[in-house]
């Protein structure tokens, strides 16, 4: 089974750091790996606490201890994945080795969650007809968006607020990098409200689990749950304007496709909505 692809990059997002190469057969914990040295990272902006950010465990006597498995008041520790292990009161990556131990730039140990939308429509030609894919099914188009950190291509998701239920998440983070909400006047914001509240009242949950994010480490993972919000006949996207903010760079229509070459592990969702809607992969 492929693991840890991106999560077992060999430089560090946003840094120069190496992690430990990890052999593919080694990736889990089961498997016995004595000559195993993970680097030790967390970026100097999570150790600067940003309010998402958790303290240092390893060097802060925090008490009372961070409720690993459970909840802190409004910051959700549970995965996704079922109960993860403690080792020396650390969470580990239930995914197995990354390279690299500490947070890297993830600033909560165990899970950080995320959530990510998945706004689709039918491909259609100048007369409205339905375009088709080389294997002869519908084409569908999702709304994506380049990240400004790296440049790829992904979903416009992004990380539940402390409080915040993931439904929300999604709807937020579609309005701050597909459509950027932040810059727009409160009446401009009401008006985009508007316009979602009939795509955003029929999401249906595609995913939920592990993300093969490459910020991952040992002891930080990224988990989302992806939705996908999906126009049928194009009457609700006809009236949305895409513009690309906050932490996205460009925000564009792309065809689903098998050849697709997304951020951390999108791909996997929306082969997941292509199946689902019967389109072309
Ligand atoms: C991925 O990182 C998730 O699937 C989500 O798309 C994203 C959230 O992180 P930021 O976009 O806020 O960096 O693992
Ligand atoms: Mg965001
Ligand atoms: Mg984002």
Request: proline share 7%.
């Amino acid at each position: 089974p492929k693991c840890h692809i991106k999560a077992r990059c060999e430089i560090y997002p946003r840094s120069q750091i190496k992690r430990f190469p990890v052999p593919d057969d080694k990736v889990p914990w089961t498997t016995k790996f004595p000559e195993y040295k993970p680097v030790d990272y967390t970026s100097e902006s999570i150790l600067k606490r940003p309010v998402y950010a958790d303290p240092d465990i390893r060097t802060e006597k925090v008490d009372p201890p961070l409720s690993f498995n459970g909840c802190d008041g409004k910051i959700n520790r549970v995965s996704h994945m079922g109960d993860y292990e403690l080792v020396d009161g650390i969470p580990r990556n239930p995914q197995g080795r990354t390279g690299l131990m500490g947070r890297g730039t993830l600033g909560r140990w165990g899970p950080n969650h995320a959530a990510d939308p998945i706004v689709t429509r039918w491909k259609v030609d100048e007369s409205g007809k339905i375009i088709k894919g080389p294997d002869g099914k519908p084409v569908l188009q999702f709304v994506s968006v380049q990240r400004r950190d790296n440049h790829q291509w992904a979903l416009p998701g992004g990380m539940v607020d402390a409080g915040e239920v993931v439904t929300a998440t999604v709807r937020r983070e579609f309005g701050e990098e597909a459509m950027n909400s932040i810059q727009m006047s409160s009446e401009e914001k009401k008006r985009m409200e508007k316009e979602l509240d009939e795509l955003f009242a029929t999401g249906r949950e595609i995913f939920r689990g592990y993300v093969d994010d490459p910020r991952n480490t040992d002891n930080s993972w990224m988990e989302t749950v992806a939705f996908n919000f999906h126009d049928e006949d194009g009457s609700c996207l006809g009236k949305i304007n895409l513009c690309a903010g906050d932490d996205a760079m460009n925000v564009r229509w792309t065809d689903l496709s098998g050849t697709l070459d997304l951020y951390a592990s999108h791909v996997d969702f929306l082969e997941e909505v292509a199946k689902f809607h019967n389109a072309s992969w």
